[in-house]
């Protein structure tokens, strides 16, 4: 199976301190692969590096030393539409919803912010916002609240439904469902699911709980 999205020989270092500088190494050789339309779990002790290296994969930090590779290609010398390519097709899903939503925004201001990124035409806004929200089983009459007057699944539902909209071919996903009911988790696991067998998506599942792992995932690895 080839791989989307491989990670080689990652190290992350991180470094404090004016004077007397203290270096504090997080990851270490770290090597793997997520293949096309299938989900790698990562699990490993709490500080062990695992979102760290959801950041790298998805281009939010750079690594010490390494290198990330998208359909085979080193994302340092990706330019123009293969650079776009990568920075759509790479997302992250993060555990809490909130962050990634603006509390002074309604959920449908928030979906028309990434409309307007893509340079959606505005008459398109209302059908393509309607489009998202239902691909990730909310209703219309979400799109009025703000993020404090929906629950967590609702919030990640919507977080997902932004995402979605870039149309990705990786989610990293960090903790997706620990901050939320065990029924809601349910729901959400649910959801991942059918979105990856509709839209071929690959996953890196980050999560401590194992039972989550073993349902979602195809292979696992551990830092």
């Not at 959920?107 to 393509?128: A, D, G, N």
């Not at 995402?163 to 959400?188: F, G, H, M, Y």
């Not at 509709?198 to 292979?219: D, K, T």
Request: glycine content about 8%.
């Amino acid at each position: 199976m080839p791989a989307i999205l491989r990670a080689e020989g990652i190290d992350k270092t991180y470094v404090s301190g004016l004077v007397f500088r203290k270096r504090h190494q997080v990851l270490r050789n770290v090597s793997l692969k997520i293949e096309e339309g299938r989900t790698l779990g990562l699990m490993g002790p709490s500080g062990c590096g695992k979102t760290t290296l959801g950041m790298i994969l998805a281009g939010l930090l750079n690594p010490s030393a390494g290198r990330i590779l998208y359909h085979e290609k080193d994302i340092r010398n990706l330019k123009g539409e293969e650079l776009r390519a990568y920075r759509r097709g790479v997302q992250m899903v993060f555990q809490d919803p909130e962050g990634s939503l603006n509390p002074r925004k309604s959920i449908e201001r928030s979906i028309h912010e990434v409309l307007r990124l893509l340079k959606t035409p505005e008459k398109e806004w209302r059908s393509r916002t309607l489009e998202a929200l239902e691909g990730v089983g909310l209703s219309e009459e979400l799109l009025c609240r703000y993020p404090s007057q929906i629950s967590g699944g609702q919030g990640q539902r919507v977080a997902l439904s932004r995402v979605l909209l870039l149309n990705p071919r990786v989610l990293i996903l960090d903790e997706p469902t620990s901050a939320l009911d065990i029924s809601v988790q349910a729901q959400i696991l649910g959801l991942l699911k059918d979105l990856q067998r509709e839209r071929g998506l690959s996953y890196l599942l980050i999560s401590h709980q194992p039972e989550v792992v073993r349902f979602m995932s195809h292979e696992t690895a551990i830092l």
